[in-house]
């Protein structure tokens, strides 16, 4: 008998073991995917995949490890049961209840690792996760563009998009900016932008050697402007929300 337990939670070590970490990879597979589709589309900023990332693994915990022991004493059951050992069980004149023990004895301790999951660390992982999220939303227009990605502004009124990064840290080159102002629409392009902070601390992105094409969608009349220098405010979100 007591060889027929060690035998028996062997056999569970194994197939948790298994069975969690293709549960596991699969959730960070499907995880990572729905992450780079929003950084792809722009909801999302790349810097921040693998932070929310690691925050949704843990936040599934609890309910991998509730599959995971579920899944493996029901293989182990129905291997049992493929392999005729229970026939040989059943004619020893031992009962199917003597699999209670062993299974208690697997089960509880991860049922005491699932309960301190779901208590404190799936929600801490919950917090930490909308307050990541948070602290993304309210960083200014500048900090969250991307080459090669169109972002909105916060207040829906601006979209920028920039080809590439130059090597100054704060340079972007071949600007595009679509703003609407007093129901017209603009449109600035430019072959190069930069920061630049005002003497009273306000902040703008300003545009260099390009072009202004404002009128209304569907007019044939536009003004046309050329520019060395092309100054936009920037916004952060709370100010837009304020």
Not at 5 to 27: C, D, M, P
Not at 58 to 86: G, H, K, Q, W
Not at 108 to 133: C, D, G, H, K, M
Not at 167 to 189: E, K, S
Request: hydrophobic share 50%; glycine share 8%; proline share 3%.
């Amino acid at each position: 008998m007591v060889i027929f337990q060690r035998s028996l939670l062997r056999e569970f070590g194994n197939l948790a073991v298994a069975v969690f970490s293709t549960l596991f990879a699969i959730t960070l597979t499907t995880q990572l995917i729905r992450f780079l589709g929003q950084a792809a589309s722009g909801k999302l900023l790349s810097e921040a995949v693998l932070a929310l990332l690691g925050f949704s693994a843990l936040n599934y915990l609890p309910v991998l490890l509730s599959l995971t022991l579920f899944i493996s004493v029901l293989m182990a059951i129905s291997r049992s049961y493929r392999d005729s050992e229970m026939v040989v069980w059943f004619s020893s004149g031992l009962p199917l209840t003597a699999w209670v023990k062993p299974v208690l004895i697997f089960s509880l301790p991860l049922v005491f690792v699932i309960a301190l999951l779901s208590t404190f660390l799936a929600p801490w992982a919950n917090q930490q996760s909308e307050a990541y999220r948070r602290q993304l939303d309210t960083r200014d227009e500048m900090s969250r563009i991307a080459p090669g990605v169109f972002r909105e502004s916060a207040d829906a009124q601006r979209v920028f998009f920039v080809e590439g990064v130059s090597g100054d840290a704060n340079g972007v080159q071949n600007v595009f900016v679509t703003t609407m102002q007093h129901g017209r629409l603009g449109v600035m392009v430019s072959r190069r932008g930069f920061e630049e902070t005002a003497a009273n601390g306000d902040r703008f992105i300003v545009l260099a050697d390009g072009r202004r094409y404002e009128g209304n969608p569907g007019d044939a009349e536009y003004r046309v402007m050329e520019f060395e220098r092309y100054a936009v405010r920037i916004e952060t979100n709370e100010n837009a929300a304020g």
